[in-house]
């Protein structure tokens, strides 16, 4: 494993690289939780300047904390509630430069600032979400989005 500051590629070529691990990693295994703690745990390693990585996952259409890595964090988030709960509901990729300007924002950590939260879809059905927090203002950019909504693609294969 690997932090972006140990590679000498550009970003699209680290998240390449990050994308074969979680092939690899994931392979031949088909229990969720299982998958789900591995891949909060290679972005962990994998990114900087972040402060949870982690799952929420949909139990009769409310989140539900699954794995991560981080501070404890918030257990239950109603869809359309909070960066999470806003994801779901528009089913699409929120980035959130600063989240104490977020219509309401769950605070689950005060250290986090900015956000993305990718939406965990299969069959057309919301499985949950891929939840990143920083300390930074405005640490994720459209590469991290982008390259975020591959991890998730390929993790949800494997869903």
Same mark, same amino acid.
């Given at each position: 494993?690997?932090? #972006? ?11 390449? %690289? ?52 981080? %501070? ?15 994801? #779901? ?5 929120? %980035?959130?430069?600063? #989240? ?28 949950? #979400? %891929? ?29």
């Amino acid at each position: 494993m690997f932090s #972006v500051e140990s590679y000498k590629g550009t970003k699209e070529e680290k998240y390449a %690289l990050l994308h074969k691990q979680l092939r690899a990693l994931l392979d031949g295994e088909t229990n969720q939780v299982a998958n789900l703690s591995n891949a909060s745990s290679l972005l962990n390693q994998f990114l900087d300047r972040v402060n949870w990585v982690g799952f929420y996952l949909n139990v009769e259409e409310e989140l539900v904390l699954g794995p991560f890595q981080g %501070l404890p964090a918030c257990v239950r988030i109603p869809f359309g509630k909070g960066v999470c709960g806003a994801a #779901v509901q528009r089913k699409e990729t929120m %980035l959130v430069e600063n #989240v104490h300007q977020f219509p309401g924002h769950i605070a689950c950590d005060a250290a986090s600032r900015s956000e993305i939260v990718v939406p965990i879809i299969k069959d057309d059905k919301i499985i949950g #979400v %891929l939840d990143i927090d920083s300390p930074e203002l405005a640490r994720f950019d459209r590469v991290d989005q982008e390259q975020l909504e591959t991890f998730v693609h390929i993790l949800t294969e494997f869903l």
